[in-house]
């Protein structure tokens, strides 16, 4: 159902926290591929992508390029997008599927806590392939332009 695009360059460290989060919903079949959209790691980073099964797709450039690359690979009907920082919080998969069961097909984004209680950076955003091949990604900060042009306005998701 869900294909996970990750932006890897070097990011064996990170790796460890989003995959162990991530790997309940892929063995419970909502997760249905994750994806490193790696730009050339030298660390351990590869051997993660073996070890957890994970697809590698070579994406050299910035953020937004690999991201590019990573969902133009990814084979589901929804797409849920780290930024650079891939983190995850542990919470995500009740608000998630609770918007994939009521949501109406509109995109949703799960943003880091910000400062008095306010919304922070996005963290990831989750959105049908067909918005996200059509939105696609613009320089800056990838998430938040691919928000931009989603041209609707995604529902917070509260983690």
């Known amino acids: ?11 064996a460290a990170a790796l460890v926290q989003v995959l162990t989060v991530l790997v309940p919903a892929a063995v419970d079949g909502l997760v249905k591929e994750v994806l490193f959209a790696d730009a050339g790691s030298t660390d351990a980073t590869l051997a993660i992508a073996e070890d957890s099964g994970a697809r590698v797709i070579s994406a050299p450039g910035d953020v937004s390029a690999q991201l590019t690359a990573g969902c133009a690979e990814a084979r589901g009907t929804w797409m849920l ?21 009521g949501g109406g097909g509109q995109p949703a984004v799960i943003t880091a806590p910000g400062l008095f209680g306010f919304p922070g950076r996005p963290q990831a955003v989750l959105a049908r392939r067909e918005a996200v091949d059509a939105a ?8 938040r332009s691919l928000l931009d042009r989603l041209k609707s306005k995604a529902v917070r998701l509260k983690v």
């Open 1 to 11: 159902m869900i294909s996970v695009v990750l932006p890897t360059r070097d990011s």
């Open 81 to 101: 997008v780290l930024g650079e920082a891939l983190a995850l919080p542990d919470g995500w998969r009740t608000p998630v599927e609770a918007h994939l069961a």
């Open 136 to 143: 696609g990604f613009g320089g800056g900060e990838p998430l």
